[in-house]
């Protein structure tokens, strides 16, 4: 009786440890992603743009990355100096 339940721990654990090793694997992250032959700046169609920002001119594009890099996504000047 004692040798079963050992063997049944040891199953268990067993059981346990590749559950666990198998949910440290990672698989190839092979996509290529969403491949277009247009500009960036080109536009997408959408209604839903930036006020300023027209399709197609690559200047306002930069303008508008600029901008947002620097006002939007840039903690430093979003904080406050106490």
Do not use: H
């Not at 197609?56 to 600029?66: N, P, T």
């Amino acid at each position: 009786m004692m040798k079963m339940a050992q063997r049944t721990w040891g199953l268990a654990a067993a059981a346990v440890a590749l559950t666990a090793l198998a949910a440290c694997g990672e698989k190839p992250q092979t996509g290529a992603g969403i491949r277009s032959d247009a500009a960036p700046y080109a536009g997408t169609g959408s209604s839903f743009t930036q006020p300023g920002w027209k399709a197609g001119d690559k200047a306002s594009w930069e303008a508008q990355l600029k901008a947002r890099q620097q006002y939007g996504q840039n903690e430093y000047s979003r904080t406050t100096a106490k």
